[in-house]
């Protein structure tokens, strides 16, 4: 049985792994259009620096990405984040401590008086009734009221979707909180009986020892597959009972396709074997996202924490500041420190398309109004990515079960990657497994 595996993020990468696993005699080809391997789970080193182009991290509130670490050999190289990036912040008119406890909950000056009666009004806010699919911002005006939504639901959409919660779907992106109301009647009802102190996301933020790239170069070394860096695959057609899979002039014939791509570059690859599936993967919505880092050699200010997110009414140019050296102290030599600034997103997509000296002007100024920080740094980096993170809007369960239902009429072609179902490391992880166990199964039936 012969695989072509089109991408080789972590998706890419993750099917490939079980896929091996699972067919040790299915000989494996992995495509991939950059120099190297890992998509946006890349790490670049500026002067002892490491700055991640993408993700910094995974949380250990899912088992799927330390599955992998345990299964490919790879508990050496884990790394825990740092205790002290518990500590988070939300940036409104000034930095607020994230509350992350009740009694820390009751002081915060985030919300007034009345707007925290509000949100223990829950209780006795009714179920919804029905299956309509609803925004974030109309589950949590709904559900918890105004004041919440628009601080801490608003800052959480755009640290992990890069998108506004008027614009995302509560039940593709956040199904936990929807499951509570829909099983228990509310939030706080559901995690009583659940006996979880949260319904977002938990956990402990884990890494790898010099950065991220470090398991995507380990991966590499437990697949036994050919691997094909620099090679963008132009299209893929039928052939026979196989598939043509075309790239920088070579064609090969396989048995069978995963295709782990964004969904806009799967769209491309698919319109010569099916046009109404490449319309259907060209309407997932995506938001842009550019990624700045600075480093200091001394810089005064403890970058005491794990970051900032702003909320979309707060007088900062930025998104959102991990103080990635707090995270994780490898990411800067020692007795330095080092910050990544995330902006644009669906709040200022704009700003994606500008230069990176603006870009750096720009996060420059949210890091000295948000932190006070007034030095300039010695190393900058900049990572634009015009179409940077699934946005999962309201009718992305639907349009996923579209795509997945046209794309099983082609025996043997999978669809996996972030766009689908589940954004994060962990859930690109598990989606990945599935369709190696999807492909394999294939194979075994051939």
């Known amino acids: 049985m012969r695989v072509a595996i089109i991408g080789a993020g972590i998706s890419g990468l993750s099917t490939a792994f079980y896929l091996k696993r699972n067919r040790s005699d299915a000989e494996v080809h992995v495509f991939e259009a950059n120099e190297h391997l890992g998509g946006t789970m890349h790490t670049v080193n500026r002067d002892g620096f490491l700055f991640e182009e993408g993700g910094n991290g995974f949380l250990s509130n899912k088992p799927d990405m330390l599955k992998l670490v345990n299964e490919s050999q790879a508990t050496d190289i884990l790394m825990r984040s740092e205790d002290a990036a518990r500590r988070r912040f939300i940036y409104t008119d000034r930095m607020h401590p994230f509350p992350d406890g009740p009694g820390k909950f009751i002081r915060s000056q985030l919300l007034t008086p009345a707007q925290k009666l509000r949100i223990l009004g829950e209780v006795f806010v009714p179920p919804k009734r029905d299956d309509q699919d609803e925004t ?114 070579d064609a090969l014939k396989v048995d069978q396709v995963i295709v782990a791509t964004p969904a806009y570059a799967a769209s491309e690859l698919l319109q010569p074997l099916d046009s109404e599936l490449s319309s259907q993967l060209a309407a997932l919505d995506y938001s842009p996202i550019a990624v700045v880092g600075f480093g200091w050699k001394e810089l005064d200010h403890p970058l005491d924490g794990f970051g900032l997110l702003t909320t979309a009414n707060a007088d900062l140019p930025v998104l959102g500041v991990l103080w990635d ?122």
């Open 325 to 446: 050296s707090s995270i994780f102290p490898d990411r800067a030599p020692e007795g330095m420190k080092s910050v990544r600034v995330m902006l644009g997103g669906q709040r200022a997509p704009h700003k994606v398309d500008q230069d990176p000296e603006t870009l750096i002007q720009e996060a420059l100024e949210g890091v000295r109004k948000g932190l006070g920080i007034e030095k300039a740094p010695d190393t900058t980096f900049v990572k634009r990515w015009p179409k940077g993170l699934p946005g999962y809007p309201v009718g992305h369960i639907q349009a996923v079960d579209a795509i997945m239902e046209r794309a099983s009429q082609h025996r043997g072609l999978h669809l996996t990657g972030n766009a689908y179902r589940g954004i994060a490391m962990n859930d690109c992880v598990r989606n990945g497994r599935l369709t190696a166990e999807a492909a394999a199964m294939v194979g075994r039936v051939n």
């Open 136 to 249: 974030l911002q109309s589950f949590g005006y709904r559900r918890l009221g105004k004041a919440f939504t628009d601080v801490f639901l608003d800052a959480m959409t755009a640290g992990i979707y890069g998108t506004t919660a008027d614009r995302v779907s509560v039940q593709a992106a956040f199904p936990l909180v929807v499951n509570l109301e829909r099983e228990y009647g509310g939030l706080f009802k559901g995690m009583i009986k659940r006996r979880k102190q949260s319904a977002g996301p938990g956990g402990v933020l884990m890494s790898f020892k010099g950065g991220m790239t470090t398991m995507v170069d380990h991966l590499q070394q437990q697949v036994d597959a050919q691997w094909h860096t620099g090679a963008p695959v132009e299209a893929i057609t039928r052939d026979g009972e196989g598939y043509r899979v075309q790239s920088a002039g």
